[in-house]
């Protein structure tokens, strides 16, 4: 088994951008996915696949990997973009889901 | 897309409880869907996945809850159920149903995740 390693927190005044990352020594043959969580709020998905976005997320989200470390940018930081992020693979040899411990993002 | 979770609450340690998550707004038979679940004050841990029946309506689960927990699926009246036996302390957590992506092409699979998610339904372990 494996572990996703995520900052406990990272912090972004408004209109400023936010980095968020999550690694492990095998992400590049993994692909990653992104949840955004309020609190009080079930999960969101914000971006798939590394660096797809569904519908309804805004283009300040995308995503990104290199290396060990996939990475979700957040550009022109608001307010409302407040809340818990979290990154999530699947283990390649038992196709179980497994998500990164969360990064809680401040905006200052 | 709509997934509403019930049957959530407090049950004793070795008790049973089960859950159903209402689906709508989708063809849920031909859909896999999953049970994730967070404990107060931690990241979501992924519970077991279903595949569609056509695709052999197979199961997979986390190993702490393997051989505890059961997820089944009556595509007919659109609802997805989680049983859970011998609930444990550790078991408390607010239990979500998620519909699950994936590229069904064999040549293009690599791996899951969870689209759409309901709001989730408490369940506490506690003597």
């Known amino acids: 088994s494996f572990v996703l390693t995520q900052p406990p927190s990272v912090s972004a005044a408004p209109g400023q951008t936010a980095t968020i990352t999550c690694g492990e020594n095998d992400i590049g043959r993994k692909s990653v996915h992104w949840y955004q969580q309020r609190p009080g709020q079930a999960p969101v998905l914000v971006i798939y696949y590394d660096d797809a976005r569904p519908s309804g997320i805004p283009e300040r989200f995308s995503g990104s990997k290199s290396g060990k470390t996939a990475t979700l940018t957040i550009s022109r930081v608001e307010a409302g973009d407040e809340a818990d992020y979290y990154c999530?693979?699947?283990?390649?040899?038992?196709?179980?889901?497994?998500f990164g411990g969360g990064t809680k993002l401040t905006v200052l | 897309v709509q997934l509403v979770e019930s049957g959530g609450g407090l049950v004793k340690p070795g008790g049973s409880l089960r859950l159903s998550c209402a689906a709508s707004g989708f063809t849920s038979s031909n859909a896999w869907m999953s049970w994730v679940r967070q404990a107060p004050g931690k990241g979501p841990e992924w519970v077991g996945r279903i595949k569609s029946r056509n695709e052999g309506g197979t199961t997979d689960y986390a190993a702490p809850v393997k051989g505890r927990f059961t997820i089944s699926r009556d595509d007919s009246s659109n609802i997805l159920y989680l049983q859970l036996n011998s609930l444990k302390i550790e078991d408390t957590a607010v239990y979500y149903c998620?519909?699950?992506?994936?590229?069904?092409?064999?040549?293009?699979?690599?791996?899951?995740?969870?689209?759409?998610w309901g709001p989730g339904t408490v369940v506490t372990v506690s003597s």
């Open positions: 998620a519909t699950v992506g994936y590229c069904s092409r064999p040549s293009c699979y690599r791996g899951y995740y969870f689209d759409y």
């Open positions: 999530q693979v699947c283990d390649s040899s038992t196709d179980q889901a497994v």
